[in-house]
Nanobody, 125 residues
């Protein structure tokens, strides 16, 4: 069974940090292009960051550039999202998603084959 499982969400104060993890089971995540999305209540799901399979090239939404870092640990079959200087507007459910082939349209949710169940991030004082 192919599965993605996110973890690492929680409650953090503005300015704080969290590291989200996305672990795969049933398939080798290293052969996939991975993205992180988030969805706040009442809003559409939006792309946050993207990492390619072979070269680990990265992309970021403008709203998170310079604060978030996506990376992968090939040995652990896991992708991470390091989130620093968190703001209240970063709150939401964060999802990881995977697709086999590279896409330039990385923030389009319809491009992804596999999705995790999501992890909640709350940024509040």
């Amino acid at each position: 069974q192919l599965q993605l499982v996110e973890s690492g969400g929680g409650l953090v104060q503005p300015g704080g940090s969290l590291r989200l993890s996305c672990a795969a089971s049933g398939f080798n995540l290293n052969w996939y292009n991975l993205a992180w999305f988030r969805q706040a209540p009442g809003k559409e799901r939006e792309g946050v960051s993207y990492i390619t399979d072979i070269t680990s090239r990265t992309n970021y939404a403008d709203s998170v550039k310079g604060r978030f870092t996506i990376s992968r640990d090939k040995a652990k079959n896991t992708v991470y999202l390091q989130m620093n200087s968190l703001k209240p507007e970063d709150a939401g459910v964060y999802y990881c998603a995977a697709r086999r082939d590279y896409t330039v349209d990385w923030s389009n949710i319809s491009k992804y084959t596999y999705w995790g169940q999501g992890t909640q991030v709350t940024v509040s004082s």
